[in-house]
């Protein structure tokens, strides 16, 4: 298990062990794996895909399941950049056909997978590697006195070692303190039982707070400190998480590209890339070397955070931060069609705020450029929050106060916030109430107090990318 985290460095664990403490409660084991005589040759289908209609997949739209579709295209609109922390950025295009209908603005959930080298190791780990490809199913144990004790409804009836580690479990997951005190029955290493004890008791409730909720120790960078440490399949797979889909918007708009193609744009960190973003990267290399792809996909529930035909006479003022123009770019095209294709009648105004790091992270520069010039938008403001005169969004919505809130204030106006992270967002939030307070002569609660009114009906929706 080969950690990719500078963070987590060289941690000793034995500066860890404290001399008095009392493990956690560990958690039991109630499930036990049977084997067959069969294999089960590896294929890149998602596991879950066969776990029948007892397993909910979240937000899935109603009468629509997940579905694999080919990977067309993949385009990197932002190379990563060491120097200013840029991300890299890909755009990957999809083929949809008849899957479902959209708007800019709706989500699809993609279904990740974990990385086969990293499956490979825990094989190892496990001792599995022998039987990584061997037909078995997962069941109660007999002698399980747990009432409520049950398998997984994400794990196959029918399925392999390798199956259930690549597919089901979030082999990332974050280490609960009774699953660590479990894990120190895994090992005869009395330094790596007494570390996993330890952290799990009360008394280390620091080192807890140090490890992994500041420097982020998951449960496989655990492994990577406890070499000997060697937990059952039907342990992690009766305590390990689901490995869940994730949300990613759709970025292009069905009348510029046709209902029957889909695109998303993701960003991936260059140490510790997370599960679907190392996934997604691994398949956009394979569509860049001419090999067909694919990626499961479903169409998540949609909510007021989308821009339809309705919308063309209203107003929008659109705010994001680095790839959270992703949606407001399938907003911008749609908008941008529907002015070619009708006849004249009125249309509203369009702004966008926008930040990147820097100017070549700002994504589809040149075509927001073009939009700008043919009055798609009204008002494009960008700012960059690196270099020499950083500037983040907030400022930009500031400066302009009171003609936003002029704005905002009208009854057909709407203003979409798109951020990835709570922060970004709380800092957003922040701006618009100064803008508030500015416009409307207001204290700082009762500019607050009217953002809220402003989110409770409708007018100021955000999309959160937590
Ligand atoms: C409604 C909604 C829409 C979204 N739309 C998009 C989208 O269009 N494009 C997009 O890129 N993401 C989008 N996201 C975020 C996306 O769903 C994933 O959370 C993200 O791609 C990381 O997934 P992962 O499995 O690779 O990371 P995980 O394995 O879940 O990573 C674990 C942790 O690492 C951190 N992390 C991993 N990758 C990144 C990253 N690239 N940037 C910052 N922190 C990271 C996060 O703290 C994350 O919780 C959206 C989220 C929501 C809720």
Redesign the pocket.
Known sequence: MTSESPSLGNIDIEAYILNEYIPAKPLDGNLEVHFSDSELAPTEACAQLRCGELLKFPFVRPGCQPRAVAIRKSDVLVPDDEATAT?RVVELTLDSPDLFEFQPGD?IAVL?SNDGKLVDEFLDRLELVSKADTMCSVKLALKCAKKSAKVPAHIPQTTSPREILTHCLAL?AVPQKQFLSALAGFTDNEKERSFLACLSSKQAASSYSELVLERGLRFLNILELCATCRPSLAFLVEHLPRLLP????L?NSPLASGPQELQ??????KY???????MLESKAQKVENGEPTEVVIYPRLSNNFRYTEDDLSSNQILIAVG?GV??FLGFLSHKEQLISQQSPREIGKTWLYLSAKTTRATLNLDQLLVWQLTSVLERLRMCQSRGESPCYVQQLLEEDSEELVALLLQPNTVLYVCA??AKISQSIAGGLIKCLQTALQLSEEEAAQKLKELRAQGKYRE????
């Open positions: 991300k989500t990740p990332n994730r949300p990613y918007s970025s998303i744009i993701y960003s991936i960190l510790k890339p997370g599960v679907t973003t190392s790839t992703a949606p990835d992270g999309d959160v990318w937590l």
